[in-house]
């Protein structure tokens, strides 16, 4: 299915088709259904279908599936869930960009914890590149999507066969029965999802483990030495807190939404290298965190954020005055946050940090209960 031009995904349809004609026992037909442009809350399956592939365009108005400013399909996906089972829906984002993998890894991980809930409604979730011709998709997504056909064939259907389309339907004597209201329910409380690689992807249940959000647009790696140094203070301290790793949207940071999970228990640390746009967190012309600040600061209140600026040259007299100027010009960090520093690299066992006028970072952890 797609709300995009049905040509954009004419090249994903025929490999479909060649694959049907390969595996007949596997798909009994592929049909490709418009979706409506705007009004998609409304939308409801009208046919008999047994898998739904959901296919949305970059180009058509932008990368927002679910959960983000302006995404699409949250009603849609709510609605395709309870009709179809997580087990029978995969969404398809393309139109990206040929990258690199460390590239293509890192979107995907963005979107992963950016618009969870796709990950939540969808069995399978990939990206990709243009599809109106030869599909651009990897060898391992094209091998996790007939993985997933396959094992949704030989699956009983939440509710009768009602699917949707850009799609293969599944020949099986099962798709034709009906489940009663209790095994629906039972299928619809699965919130554990697949990854475009095959591993797997969900929402841990049960009490809530507080946890350190060390946030970055920049790469994991940049931060890995600060992640060991916080496991140590944390280890110290005895403290239950874990650490977790948010890949922040290089560009519109504030489109960015934590997890349903998070509470007022956890904490955060934006860090921000000065090698990615300079150091213009706030106020500044060109500032990047202004309203994601303030939404971490509604999420998590001040005593629990921090913000270190880093990939500076470690000489604490250069240092001193880089922080005084991001103090005197960018005050509303430090309204924000509680602990500011900045800092050489974080991607090292020996990580420096300088503090003036604010918290510390071990009284930060420290005081995290």
């Known amino acids: 299915m797609t709300s995009w031009h049905l040509s954009s995904v004419e090249g994903l349809k025929k490999k479909l088709m060649t694959l049907q004609r390969a595996r007949s026992d596997l798909i009994e037909a592929v049909k490709v259904l418009s979706l409506p442009f705007s009004g998609l809350q409304r939308f409801t399956f009208t046919e008999d279908v047994d898998i739904m592939v959901l296919c ?20 849609f996906l709510d ?26 890894a890192v ?26 011709k030869t599909p651009e998709i990897q060898e391992k997504d094209w091998k996790s999507l007939v993985k997933f056909l396959e094992d949704a064939s030989k699956s009983t ?45 969900g929402m841990v249940t049960g009490s809530h483990k507080p946890a350190i959000y060390i946030c970055t647009s920049w790469g994991l790696d940049s931060v890995k030495g600060l992640k060991e140094k916080l496991q140590t203070l ?61 939404y971490c600061n509604r999420v998590f209140g001040r005593s629990r954020m921090a913000v270190i600026v880093h990939d500076f040259e470690y000489k604490p007299e250069i240092l001193k005055i880089q922080l005084e100027t991001i103090h005197r010009t960018q005050p509303t960090t430090y309204e924000l946050a509680d602990c ?30």
């Open 340 to 369: 500011v520093a900045v800092a050489g690299r974080l991607n090292v066992p020996d990580v420096q940090l300088f503090h003036d006028k604010s918290t510390s970072l071990e009284t930060f952890v420290r005081r995290l209960r």
């Open 157 to 201: 259907p939440t509710i009768a066969d009602i699917s949707q389309t850009t799609l293969p339907k599944i020949n099986t004597s099962d798709t034709k029965q009906k489940l009663n209201k209790s095994e629906k329910d039972k299928k619809g409380m699965n919130i554990f999802g697949t990854t475009s690689s095959g591993g797997p992807v």
């Open 79 to 104: 609605y395709c869930n309870k009709t179809l089972g997580k087990e029978r829906i995969v969404v398809i984002a393309h139109d990206f960009r040929q990258e690199k993998n460390e590239v293509r």
């Open 56 to 75: 949305h365009s970059i180009v058509n108005r932008r990368f927002g599936i679910t959960n983000v400013t302006d995404s699409l399909y949250d009603e």
């Open 107 to 132: 979107t995907m991980n963005t979107f992963k914890h950016t618009q969870w809930s796709t990950f939540e409604k969808a069995g399978l979730v990939m990206i990709c590149g243009m599809m109106d």
């Open 234 to 294: 944390l280890k110290q301290s005895f403290s239950r807190y874990e650490i977790k790793e948010q890949v922040l949207p290089y560009s519109r940071p504030e489109d960015f939404k934590f997890p349903p999970e998070v509470d007022k228990t956890d904490a955060m640390i934006l860090c921000h290298s000065v090698q990615n746009r300079g150091f213009s967190i706030t106020d500044v012309q060109n500032s990047i965190y202004d309203e994601f600040l303030k």
